[in-house]
């Protein structure tokens, strides 16, 4: 004789092992998701004594000034940087003073250029000053017609013996929050 | 001394009740499971060549009379075509299904039900919260595995549920048929909701290759439901041991996850110095090869079940007793 | 039963409450897009006369100055090159806090860091009062469409005399300075334009309306040369090509696409001086609030055919690139007035005229065959910025080609010049008879034929002078420039078809007044050099301009001015001293011939003597051996001193490396030459060619809406990396470029032919697609390719 009540228990394990099962495929595939977004890759520039790490399917420029400058190709109209500078800076200099100068060469260069909040952080155990800003990016090739993308950005002045190393990330302010995270694990894994 | 019941109707039986599998039936819907439905295979082989033919018609009025739509226009005759393989396949399965009809209505709350879920539930979150479009084409890897997990498992467990919480615990879901049956429904109701979406968000798209991405993504998702209703519709009557559900179910995702992958490989023509073009049509033949091989396959399994049924294989089957909780 | 029901109610609150949710989560759909319009309707343009972007069946072929076995370029890239380069240029006034236009013109670009070559009534204009406070700059980017505005520009180098200027971008359109070396623009190379001969194609490209029209083209051919003094070598092309007004600035290229010549003037059609070109006012120039009649106008119509030949304009052009041009400040008021009433005599007419600006001879016919034909004339009363005219009949039948068209003039107040026809298969025989006008009022005529035999009749050619007397022949210091500390002059001279007993009589002045004159029985035989002099007993003859006619029978048969200027103990100015300043006194500082690089200033002193003042002075600057400005001034320093003067760059950067060379001229003969070297020496590097190769440029589309994607990268990786073994480091890229809001994209650097590339399409939420090794063959340059990527 069979219970009635024993083969729903039975349908009942098998209707959670469906839904296990789902939200296990569902969980490795966030697990996918952050390795295919967040894998990287290590750098070394400077003579090898700067050393942290990129997102592996960005596009890397190395050179002398900056140092290196990592773009993400697919992330639309304006790529989304990560780029790398050092500036020699005398000891008894203010590391502020390099964002300032910084920040003066880049209103040079671009439009609408606006500083907007410079705070203390810290990054991996050291303390640094951060200035947010923005600006307008307009492409000024006369063969295409490109509409001019605003354009958030961080810069942090990290010290180091006589010089202080720049890291700048822009982006678009559409993905400025969403890249944002690549930004911070860049800074993070600064090493000099 | 338990009751022995009905496990259909819960109607109480005798002991020499019919049985399946280890469960029991009352005459009738011993009869019923059993059934064969041959217009859902008729309606199923009509929906596939309705849909090529539907293409072809497109293609060729496009192609010939040389039509351009604009806004408004366009974007009707998208919401149009995309509502068609649902009502083809309807009109088709209500047309065969003369003896002894599947309610109507239950067919299309699933579909009905299918296509909500989509809008409320899978859209959201294989676009939003997975943001699936700016990962899966990185690389071959995460664009294979990320079609499965993701995409695959998502959009068939959502069409499994369709049936599962809606028309499988009823009367209305009593043969073992009725599981393609409203798999089908579902996965058809899935897949306008993503044609509409896919016309819609896009604010119109070209008739061309709109027609085609609809019948594709229409087939495909029919016939992934319609193996995961088969696992249900044998659930539902025989005792299945506990991973046979979710196997049916990842099955179905896996299916589904390759297909996704396949279809965007064979559809990407290389790049060379004349262009790099996308041509659907490898797409459309492999949607109608694994829509028809599945059902192929769904039938012939349920056939060779309902054979072996009625050959004999009941009244002996084994008795499972547990303990009661 | 109750069951069933009670499930299949719940299964419709299921349903209602996923219909609420699903109706929650809808996002509006993305916004319609407008449809587009018909293109506006255009004059006949490129794209109906002959294609542009699409693939040209052949290349033309191309030489260079030395034919060498280069790849041809493409006809298809030629053209589109050309169109790239041939701006728009509006001139602008600032009307209370606003900018309007007023005129435009056309320019090219000579180089990639923005050297534009126009008129310079186009960048100036030729009314004091009445300048523009700024220049546009628009740019074709496609040839159904009009120009683009783009950029500012300031003029850099002008030359009101030949009527051009070169004019230099400076800020984009917010007014913000643009870095010269990211501007990458497309650009004509210069050509040379004494190689042209008649016949030869022109292309002329430029923007004839005054807006919203398109770049347009017209072919013609060479139909004809002018000289005139002050200039070397031709100064007019003319051309059958139909172009108008606005065209004046723009390009004029010969079959391989180099710039030969600039569109200038507007040629009249063999119409009489009474029907003015399309000459309209565009602005209150006189401030009455109406614009009309009593306003200034503008040449805006007419046909222009006369062309300034590109290599006049080779010193504004190097001297623009070195940053030293000269750079006529903008007047302050009117145009000077002629002091008195313009008078235009003595005309007479040579068969050719001498390096310094004399007749060779003065005949009253010209042998058949000859080559050309000049007509000399003094002047006085002039003024610089008046309209004048020289046109040429032949059998009474106007000869628009080979006329000077009417054009500022150049000549000071009071001197002498020339204008010449010339045909290098020889003048076709008959009457020729030359009008000047001046403000549209003939001023002076005269005829001469062409035709018959060498004639016997008598001629005196080679007519120089010296200080000294030789036995035999000539001494070797003959010239146009004496001494002013002898006390005679020495003309000789050669002579033929003379006969003894002929009168023959000798006119010498000074400053245009007679001073002497003598009459004499030729006795010297048919030919052969002889001599006339003239003396004077006061110890020296005066610093100045002085001439001698020679008559034969009454009948003028040579005449030649030559200067007197220095002293006899000292030449008329010294030799140059450079030197990196100069202190108080006038002494140099720091001098020598050789300079470190970063130089602001290069000064120079010489001392002088003898000098006159009103004597012509021309301080004539090369860098690298290349003219790049010239100094015209009028002596007024007295007769002896130091002369001192400098040149820099008014950018204010120092000057840059090169050597320099100063050649001072008085009365135009060369006085003085020193070389100078700043820095390393190396000269200036000429913009290089664009390189060759297969440009491509390309649209991305969405495969299901056909609409462009914007934002994506298009990658070309170096020959031998596949996609697959690229690791996303920019050393392995070797040009990419991101497509516009439509899709569009333009590859920076050409590909290869003959290579091979791996190429990938990368776009946000698309399947990527690529090739590896793709080989280039031989596509036409520019190459469309387009691509449909299918969303993920």
Not at chain 2, 44 to 53: K, P, S, V
Not at chain 3, 685 to 699: F, I, K, S
Request: aromatic fraction near 10%; proline fraction near 6%.
């Amino acid at each position: 004789m069979i219970a009635s009540k024993t083969t729903p228990r039975r349908d009942r394990w098998a209707d959670w092992a469906v839904i296990l099962v789902v939200v296990a495929a569902l969980g490795l595939g966030f697990l996918l998701r952050e390795n295919t977004l967040y894998s990287y890759s290590s750098f070394a520039v400077g003579d090898g004594d700067i050393s942290g790490c990129v997102p592996a399917n960005w596009l890397r420029e190395y050179g002398d000034d900056p140092l290196l400058q990592a773009r993400d190709p697919r992330s639309g109209a304006f790529n989304t940087k990560l780029v790398l500078r050092t500036r020699p800076l005398a000891p008894e200099m203010e590391p502020i003073l390099a964002l300032q100068s910084l920040a003066m060469e880049r209103a040079d260069a671009v439009n609408a250029f606006r500083a907007l909040e410079t705070d203390q952080v810290a990054v991996g155990g050291r303390t640094a000053i951060q200035r947010t800003f923005t600006y307008v990016q307009a492409d000024r090739n006369p063969y295409l017609d490109r509409l001019p993308v605003v354009v958030k950005g961080v810069d942090v002045v990290l010290q180091d013996a006589g010089r202080v190393i720049l890291v700048t990330y822009l982006a678009s302010v559409d993905t400025f929050d969403r890249d944002y995270r690549y930004f911070r694990d860049f800074v993070e894994s600064i090493a000099f | 001394m338990e009751e022995v019941t009905c496990c259909v109707c819960h109607c109480p039986v005798g002991a020499d009740a019919k049985r399946i599998g280890g469960r029991c039936f009352c005459e009738y819907h011993y009869a019923k499971a059993t059934q064969e439905r041959p217009s859902v295979w008729r309606a199923g082989l009509l929906q596939i060549l309705g849909l090529i033919a539907f293409v072809l018609v497109v293609e060729l009025v496009v192609g010939l009379t040389d039509l351009t739509l604009d806004g408004w226009s366009l974007l009707i005759a998208g919401i149009v075509l995309a509502l068609v393989p649902a009502l083809l396949w309807l009109l088709f399965f209500y047309r065969q299904d003369r003896l002894e009809p599947e309610p109507k209505g239950a067919v299309v709350g699933v579909f009905v039900l299918g296509a909500l879920l989509a809008q409320a539930v899978g859209i959201p979150l294989v676009e939003q919260v997975f943001d699936v479009r700016r990962w899966l084409p990185i690389s071959t890897w995460s664009h294979i595995i990320g079609s499965i997990l993701v995409v695959g498992f998502t959009q068939e467990f959502l069409k499994y549920a369709a049936v599962r919480y809606s028309i499988y615990p009823t009367l209305e879901f009593d043969e073992r048929v009725d599981g393609v049956v409203y798999g089908t429904a579902a996965g058809l109701g899935y897949a306008t909701m993503l044609n509409l979406r896919y016309v819609v968000d896009s604010g119109g798209v070209n008739l061309q290759a709109g027609v085609m991405r609809i019948v594709v993504t229409a087939l495909a998702q029919a016939s992934f439901a319609g193996l995961s209703g088969y696992f249900l519709g044998r659930a539902k009557f025989e005792d299945e041991p506990v991973w046979w559900l979710p196997g049916g179910v990842s099955l179905a995702a896996l299916l589904n996850g390759l297909f996704t992958y396949l279809r965007g490989e064979i559809t990407t023509t290389g790049l060379t110095l004349s262009g790099g073009g996308v041509n659907p049509w490898p797409g459309l033949i492999l949607a109608a090869l694994v829509a028809g091989a599945t059902f192929a396959l769904v039938f012939y399994l349920i056939r060779r079940a309902n054979r072996l049924t009625l050959a004999g294989a009941n009244a002996k089957g084994p008795v499972t007793s547990e303990r009661g909780v | 039963m109750r069951k069933n029901n009670g499930h299949r109610s719940s299964t419709r609150l299921l349903i209602a409450g996923l219909a609420l949710l699903a109706a929650l989560s809808c996002r509006p759909s993305s916004p319609e897009t407008l449809p587009t319009l018909t293109p506006l309707p255009t004059t006949p343009t490129l794209s109906e006369a002959t294609p542009v972007l699409e693939q040209t069946p052949e290349a033309t072929p191309v030489s260079e100055d030395v034919p060498e076995a280069t790849p041809q370029p493409d006809a298809g890239q030629v053209r589109k090159n050309l169109i790239r380069a041939t701006v728009q240029v509006v001139a602008l006034i600032e009307s209370g806090a606003r900018l309007q236009s007023v005129w435009s013109g056309s320019g090219t670009i000579l180089s990639p860091d923005g050297l534009i070559l126009t008129n310079y009534h186009v960048a100036v204009g030729y009314n004091p009062g009445f300048q523009p406070d700024g220049l546009g700059v628009a740019i074709t980017a496609r040839s159904d469409e009009p120009p683009e505005p783009s950029y500012f520009a300031e003029v850099v180098a002008a030359d009101p005399d030949l009527d051009l200027a070169v004019i230099q971008i400076a800020t984009d359109l917010d007014g913000r300075p643009v870095d010269k070396d990211q501007l990458n623009l497309n650009y004509v190379s210069v050509g040379d334009s004494d190689l042209l001969e008649l016949g030869d194609l022109v292309q002329v490209l430029g923007y004839p309306g005054i807006g919203g029209e398109t770049i347009t083209f017209t072919e013609g051919s060479v139909s004809g040369f002018t000289r005139e003094r002050g200039v070397d070598g031709r100064a007019w092309i003319k051309t059958d090509a139909t172009i108008a007004g606005g065209n004046s600035g723009g390009l004029a290229a010969n079959v391989e696409g180099t710039i030969i010549g600039v569109p200038t003037q507007a040629g009249r059609g063999g119409a009489t001086p009474d029907d003015i070109a399309d000459c309209r006012p565009i602005a209150d120039t006189n401030g009455d609030g109406v614009i009309g009649d009593n306003d200034d106008c503008v040449p805006l119509g007419g046909f222009i055919n006369a062309l300034r030949p590109v290599n006049l304009a080779k010193p504004l052009i190097e001297g623009a690139r070195a940053g030293i041009a000269s750079v006529p400040q903008p007047g302050s008021g009117k145009a000077p007035q002629p002091s008195g009433q313009a008078r235009f005599y003595n005309l007479v007419f040579a068969p050719d005229a001498t390096d310094n600006d004399q007749p060779t001879q003065i005949v009253a016919q010209l042998p058949s065959g000859a080559t050309s034909a000049v007509v000399f004339w003094d002047y006085e009363g002039m003024a610089n910025g008046m309209i004048w005219e020289a046109r040429w009949h032949h059998e009474g039948e106007y000869l628009e080609e080979a006329s000077r068209p009417a054009g500022p003039w150049s000549g000071g107040a009071r001197g002498n010049w020339w204008n010449g026809i010339i045909n290098a298969d020889g003048l076709p025989e008959g009457t020729y008879k030359v009008e000047l006008y001046v403000q549209d009022e003939l001023l002076a005529e005269g005829t001469i034929g062409v035709g018959g035999a060498a004639t016997d009749v008598p001629a005196i050619t080679n007519l120089a002078f010296s200080g000294t007397r030789a036995e035999s022949g000539r001494p070797t210091d003959v010239g146009y420039l004496l001494p002013s500390g002898i006390d005679a002059v020495y003309a000789y001279f050669d002579y033929d078809n003379m006969r003894d007993g002929m009168t023959w009589s000798r006119v010498w002045s000074y400053e245009g007044e007679q001073i002497t004159q003598d009459s004499d029985t030729w006795e010297g035989g048919a030919s052969g050099t002889s001599w006339v002099s003239i003396s004077t007993t006061e110890g020296a003859l005066s610093p100045g301009s002085y001439r001698l006619e020679l008559y034969v029978e009454q009948a003028l048969v040579a005449a030649s001015d030559f200067t007197v200027a220095g002293t006899q103990a000292q030449e008329a100015i010294g030799p140059i001293t450079f030197a990196a300043g100069v202190d108080a006194q006038g002494n140099p500082v720091n001098p020598g011939t050789s300079f470190a690089s970063g130089l602001e200033a290069l000064h120079y002193v010489c001392d002088y003597a003898g000098m006159q003042d009103g004597m012509a002075l021309a301080e004539r600057w090369l860098l690298g051996g290349e003219e790049i400005v010239t100094f015209n001034q009028t002596w007024e320093w007295g007769e002896s001193g130091i002369y001192h003067n400098s040149i820099y760059r008014t950018s204010g950067d120092p000057l840059v490396d090169g050597q320099y060379t100063l050649e001072l001229y008085i009365e135009g003969q060369l006085v003085q030459t020193a070389n100078a070297t700043v820095g390393s020496g190396t000269p200036l590097p000429t913009p290089a060619p664009p390189p060759e190769g297969l440009y491509v440029v390309g649209y991305v589309y969405d495969a299901d809406t056909g609409a462009g994607i914007p934002g994506a990268m298009f990658i070309v990786l170096q020959p031998g990396v596949t996609i697959e073994s690229w690791d996303f480091s920019d050393e392995q890229v070797y040009t990419s470029a991101e497509t516009d809001v439509n899709g569009y994209f333009e590859l920076p650097l050409p590909l290869e032919r003959g290579q091979s590339y791996s190429m990938l399409v990368l776009a946000e939420g698309y399947i990527p697609d690529g090739g590896n090794g793709i080989p280039i063959g031989d596509e036409p340059s520019p190459h469309n390719i387009e691509i449909e990527l299918q969303r993920e």
